[in-house]
């Protein structure tokens, strides 16, 4: 089977794109691919808290009020709402000291938003990876099989599962170390589990449910048996593999 791959970095982050399939080097598929990293380079644009124009940064500054923003970034704070009351306050994009910084929600949503060029091509398989996170469509059923990584070891793999639809998102330390704070408290969250991966069919809500999840610490796998259809693995600091009952499924 004909397969084709891309790499570019956006949002600082290696987002690479696997076609497979009869068509994966047709022109169809490239400009598929094209409007993908447009579109992701947009939102970087818009939503990037180190971007000094970006629409977060001036709503930071006081620059700019929420009037004053694009709609879109009103419909990624009402979606930042929403996700923190369906984790019962677990994932927020109200940062300590003041602020608002919804890279924990917008990297998933705007994946699987811009996975909507990718449906387009007929007879492709597309797997999309932003940063480790990861949506899957496949029109011919056949699976990808989607690797998880060790969060003690970044060139080793401890597990994987196959899609042949649907998302992977992982929240921990492997890539950006203690970077997560608990919104109960303001405080980095504390826990003895390094990651927490978060299979779905949304990768918008896979990566919210896996954040909110990694804080939640012991009580992950309630966190993500709140919406149907998502399923969990977490990895302890020594190694072992625990997870919820459809994983893999």
């Not at 598929?32 to 939503?47: G, H, I, K, M």
């Not at 998502?230 to 997870?243: M, P, Q, R, V």
Request: net charge negative; with cysteine.
């Amino acid at each position: 089977m004909a397969r084709r791959s891309w790499v570019e970095q956006i949002m600082g982050l290696p987002i690479s794109v696997l076609a497979r399939g009869r068509d994966a080097g047709s022109e169809q598929a490239e400009a598929a691919v094209r409007n993908v990293v447009a579109e992701l380079a947009e939102v970087d644009r818009v939503f990037s808290p180190y971007k000094p124009d970006s629409a977060v940064s001036r709503l930071g500054r006081g620059e700019v009020s929420w009037d004053g923003v694009e709609v879109v970034v009103r419909d990624v704070a009402e979606r930042c709402v929403a996700a923190r009351e369906l984790t019962g306050g677990l994932f927020d994009a109200a940062v300590p000291g003041g602020g608002w910084d919804p890279s924990g929600l917008v990297k998933g949503w705007a994946v699987e938003r811009a996975g909507a060029w990718l449906r387009k091509v007929d007879g492709v398989d597309w797997c999309l990876n932003a940063g480790g996170d990861v949506l899957v469509v496949c029109p011919s059923g056949e699976p990808f099989t989607v690797g998880i990584q060790d969060p003690r070891d970044p060139g080793r793999v401890v597990a994987s599962v196959a899609r042949s639809a649907g998302a992977v998102a992982t929240s921990g330390t492997a890539a950006r170390g203690a970077h997560l704070y608990d919104p109960r408290n303001g405080r980095p969250a504390q826990t003895r589990w390094l990651s927490v991966s978060v299979t779905g069919p949304s990768l918008e809500y896979a990566d919210v449910l896996a954040t909110a999840a990694f804080v939640a610490g012991d009580d992950w796998p309630e966190v993500v048996a709140v919406l149907p259809g998502y399923e969990g693995l977490g990895i302890l600091a020594d190694g072992n593999l625990f997870t919820t009952a459809g994983w893999g499924g």
